[in-house]
């Protein structure tokens, strides 16, 4: 029940597609969701987050979506660059407790 | 703002030594600090938590003697790994959070080789 699921695994967009990782919990009592990304021999660096109250939150090209009744999230990379090639993890806690992060999704978007 | 230090950024050492890595939490009171670690091409697994003052709370099979945690201060967590071993080569990564209503941020992590 603490799990984050995390697809695609791997993920390859040419310049300028949408990008678009899932996840899915099972945890009702997770109220914050986060997504990380994390380059080679680097930490993973805070993108963007949501709470359940909120079906979407935008920032820049980075979009999350979230369906509480079926207990998903989704980040999309609107116009991806090379740049954007990277792991990129979802994350979920209840208040800002220890995180369960999923899988790891690696992004590689072509020229 | 909101940025994690983590050293040293890599570290290679014989069987047998202890290694202490530290994170420091730079513009921000880190109330709280977790350790994680990460194999190659694998998620993050979260090692322990920490409380300014307060012993660790460590997860389930991780060894508490093994891996020591100090967070005696708002700005400095340590984590040694005693008596490393082959074994314990990964990459370690802190985060720190301060507090209230805050997320993580995690530092840029340590690899840990072990000959």
């Known amino acids: 029940q603490q799990q984050v699921k995390q697809s695609p695994q791997s993920l390859i967009v040419q310049k300028g597609g949408i990008s678009i990782i899932n996840c899915a919990y099972e945890?009702?009592?997770?109220?914050?969701f986060p997504w990380y990304q994390q380059f080679p021999g680097k930490g993973p660096a805070l993108l963007i987050a949501i709470r359940p109250d909120v079906s979407e939150k935008k920032e820049g090209r980075f979009t999350i979506s979230f369906n509480k009744s079926a207990k998903q999230f989704s980040l999309h990379i609107m116009d991806s660059q090379p740049g954007d090639s990277a792991t990129y993890f979802c994350?979920?806690?209840?208040?800002?407790?220890?995180?369960?992060f999923g899988t790891g999704t690696r992004l590689l978007v072509s020229p | 703002g909101a940025v994690v230090s983590q050293h040293p950024s890599r570290v290679i050492c014989k069987s047998g030594t202890s290694v202490k890595i530290e994170c420091r939490s730079l513009d921000f009171q880190a109330t709280t600090m977790f350790w994680y670690r990460q194999f190659p091409k694998q998620s993050l697994m979260l090692m322990a938590t920490s409380n300014e003052g307060s012993k660790a709370t460590y997860e389930q099979g991780v060894e508490k003697d093994k891996f020591l945690i100090n967070h005696a201060s708002l700005t400095l967590s340590t984590l040694t790994v005693t008596s490393a071993h082959p074994e314990d080569s990964s990459f370690y990564i802190c985060s720190a959070r301060g507090p209230g209503v805050q997320p993580q941020h995690f530092g840029d992590g340590t690899r840990l080789s072990i000959l």
């Open positions: 994350a979920a806690s209840k208040g800002f407790q220890k995180l369960v």
């Open positions: 945890n009702t009592a997770f109220d914050y």
